[in-house]
Structures are given as C-alpha cells and as structure tokens.
C-alpha cells in the first residue's frame, strides 16, 4: 500500500507517473485529499475510473467510532477507529475566534505522566502523518465546519513521533493543500529536550506549549517521568532556546494538583522560576482521572494561585474547561472503549 495522504505533491507525483499516468493528475488528486478532504477516492470525480481502482488501496481513513457532545459549550470528543482497530481522541472547540481541534499524534503514550489517563497501557503506535491529517479532515466532514486553530495536544507526545509529526505539519501548512497558518498550531510536548532543541532549529513559527506542572525537580519527578531524564533547568534553557530561534513566546501548560502543586508555596517558586522569560502560563484545573484519584483545587486556591503569579509579573491565564461534562480530558474516551 501507498499511503498517499501522506505524501508531498512531489512524491505523489513520481507515483502517480510511476503508474503511467500523465503529472497533472498528480495535482487534481492532491487537491481532493488536501482541499476537498475526500474519504475515499470513488469521489475524485474528475480522474478516471481506472486510476481510481489504482489508488483504492492507497488511501487511508478513519471512522468515526462514537463521539460525546457537551450540552454547556457544543464541545465534540469524537472516538476515531484507525485501519488496524487503534482508537484515538479528538476533541472539536468551538471559540468566538474560531474552531480549534485537538489532534492526538500517538495511539497511547509512554511518557507516563501520573495525572493522565493518555499513559495508561502505554505507548501502543506512532501515528502516521495521514492519520493525523485525517482528524482534521474527518472532523470537518463530520461538523460541517472549518477548523481555525489545531492543538497536537490530545493522547501521546508529538516530538516522540518527530518525522511523522514534521511531516503533518508540512502538508497541513502547505500552499498547494490546506494552507493553515503555521501561527495557528500549537505543539505540546512534555519536555524531550532534545527534540524541542532539534525542532527550534527548524525556525518554524509554530506555539511550543511545554508541560511543566511543577516548579522545582522533587515535584516533577513525582508526576512526570520525564523529568528524571531532564532537569528543569535543561527543559527551561531549551525553551530559551526555542524563543531565540523562533521568536514565538513558550506556553507553559500548569496543571493544578490538590495537594501537590497548589500552595502559595510553589507559586512562589514558579513565579522565581519565570522571571524574566518572555512566556504565558496556562493553568489548567486537573481533570479527575479515575484510575490516579488526583483532584482540582477549589476555585478560591485556585485564583489565589492566579493572583500570585501576576502580582509576580507573569502573565498567566485558567484554561476555560471545554467538554467537562463529557470527559475531553486526553484518554479517558479511549480508555473506556479499549477495556
């Protein structure tokens, strides 16, 4: 199989022409899976039948397995099945400013953080980059809407699935298909320091939005894996870095454990930690995982927490709970389908 959703239009082209067909075609089918978004190639109607049978292996897409509709904000979790029965979450936002969607970049996580149900069961697949374009494109078939803003935020970590993820991001941005705005994407990624250097050096104009969660190495040791690999100190110079490289300001993603990293104790230290950066923090209200019996601070700690760090100088928002009613926190739809 070739998977041609995947490919750039050069490389569809030396295929399509490999199977004795003239270069242009290679362009009308391009624009069918890039600006038509069609799920299947019985509907490039301007192609003939025989290229088509060529192509009907060569495609990939996903079904949509079950999704959960928020009655307070219309937020959407849709439940994907992939080709070999993997499932994956992606979660459709509807803001003032536009469509946002969340995307997930792996089937499972090995990054093991303790508060998030995407770890559970660990790291099953990279997912390809077609599979992460076909979230998007299966969204809007399925909404009727176009998507404004994407989030690689949703189950496993993007930078772990690096050549796969660079690849999506070249074909979502593309002139010749989608042609989203590099400015409209944002990339979590939970700290691969290495990865973060690797993909500042690509100069793109993409959001970094890193997984911090604590303010000092024993707590973040204690909820995060990844920090017994890298230091604070490591992971913040590497996001220096990526604001040299890139001028995009770092998101710091913050997400607020009762009893862990609350007290106006650690938003002290946090305060200390990023003073100075030309940063954002975005605090985030844990969303209660069964399986890790974490809970949110109450709403007075919580804003008092807020207060602390602006009086600190930092800028800092509380991320608006999309879907609470449906559970939109990453992993949790999966993970009762895949039990």
Same mark, same amino acid.
């Given at each position: 199989?070739?998977?041609?959703?995947?490919?750039?239009?050069?490389?569809?082209?030396?295929?399509?022409?490999?199977?004795?067909?003239?270069r242009?075609?290679?362009?009308?089918?391009?624009?069918?899976?890039?600006?038509?978004?069609?799920?299947?190639?019985?509907?490039?109607?301007?192609?003939?039948k025989?290229?088509?049978?060529?192509?009907?292996?060569?495609?990939?897409?996903?079904?949509?397995?079950?999704?959960?509709t928020?009655?307070?904000?219309?937020?959407?979790?849709?439940?994907?099945?992939?080709?070999?029965?993997?499932?994956?979450?992606?979660?459709?936002?509807?803001?003032?400013?536009?469509n946002?969607?969340?995307?997930?970049?792996?089937?499972?996580?090995?990054?093991?953080?303790?508060?998030?149900?995407?770890?559970?069961?660990?790291?099953?697949?990279?997912?390809?980059?077609?599979?992460?374009?076909?979230?998007?494109?299966?969204?809007?078939?399925?909404?009727?809407?176009?998507?404004?803003?994407?989030?690689?935020?949703?189950?496993?970590?993007?930078?772990?699935?690096?050549?796969?993820?660079?690849?999506?991001?070249?074909?979502?941005?593309?002139?010749?298909?989608?042609?989203?705005?590099e400015?409209?994407?944002?990339?979590?990624?939970?700290?691969?320091?290495?990865?973060?250097?690797?993909?500042?050096?690509?100069?793109?104009?993409?959001?970094?939005?890193?997984?911090?969660?604590?303010?000092?190495?024993?707590?973040?040791?204690r909820?995060?894996?990844?920090?017994? &690999?890298?230091?604070?100190?490591?992971?913040? @110079? +590497?996001?220096?870095?990526y604001? !040299? $490289?890139?001028?995009?300001? /770092? =998101?710091?993603?913050?997400?607020?454990?009762?009893?862990?990293?609350?007290?106006?104790e650690?938003?002290?230290?946090?305060?200390?930690?990023?003073?100075?950066m030309?940063?954002?923090?975005?605090?985030?209200?844990?969303?209660?995982?069964?399986?890790?019996?974490y &809970?949110?601070?109450?709403?007075?700690?919580? @804003? +008092?927490?807020?207060?602390?760090? !602006? $009086?600190?100088?930092?800028? /800092? =928002?509380?991320?608006?709970?999309?879907?609470r009613?449906?559970?939109?926190?990453?992993?949790?739809?999966?993970?009762?389908?895949?039990?």
């Amino acid at each position: 199989m070739h998977d041609i959703r995947s490919m750039y239009l050069d490389e569809l082209t030396e295929y399509i022409t490999s199977l004795g067909e003239p270069r242009f075609r290679a362009k009308q089918v391009y624009e069918w899976l890039h600006k038509k978004h069609v799920k299947d190639v019985s509907e490039m109607t301007n192609i003939s039948k025989e290229l088509r049978e060529k192509l009907s292996h060569d495609l990939v897409s996903i079904e949509e397995e079950t999704r959960l509709t928020s009655a307070e904000d219309g937020t959407i979790k849709f439940l994907y099945r992939l080709g070999d029965g993997q499932m994956i979450e992606t979660v459709f936002m509807r803001y003032s400013y536009g469509n946002s969607l969340c995307i997930s970049s792996q089937a499972g996580c090995r990054m093991g953080c303790d508060f998030c149900a995407s770890g559970i069961g660990g790291l099953v697949r990279n997912l390809t980059a077609s599979e992460m374009l076909e979230q998007v494109y299966a969204s809007m078939r399925l909404t009727g809407e176009r998507i404004s803003n994407i989030v690689v935020m949703g189950t496993g970590e993007a930078l772990d699935n690096y050549d796969n993820f660079m690849r999506f991001l070249n074909l979502i941005t593309s002139k010749d298909g989608y042609n989203l705005s590099e400015r409209s994407i944002t990339v979590s990624s939970c700290g691969l320091v290495p990865m973060i250097r690797r993909f500042a050096d690509e100069k793109r104009s993409v959001t970094l939005a890193l997984s911090l969660h604590a303010a000092d190495d024993s707590v973040r040791k204690r909820i995060m894996p990844i920090a017994k &690999s890298y230091s604070i100190a490591e992971t913040l @110079d +590497a996001c220096r870095y990526y604001f !040299e $490289k890139t001028g995009r300001r /770092v =998101t710091f993603e913050y997400c607020l454990i009762e009893g862990v990293n609350v007290s106006e104790e650690e938003g002290k230290k946090l305060a200390k930690l990023l003073a100075g950066m030309n940063c954002h923090v975005n605090l985030i209200p844990v969303n209660p995982v069964k399986e890790k019996g974490y &809970s949110r601070g109450n709403r007075s700690e919580i @804003d +008092a927490f807020k207060n602390l760090l !602006e $009086k600190n100088q930092i800028n /800092v =928002t509380i991320r608006k709970g999309m879907g609470r009613d449906i559970d939109a926190a990453c992993g949790q739809l999966r993970r009762r389908y895949s039990i």
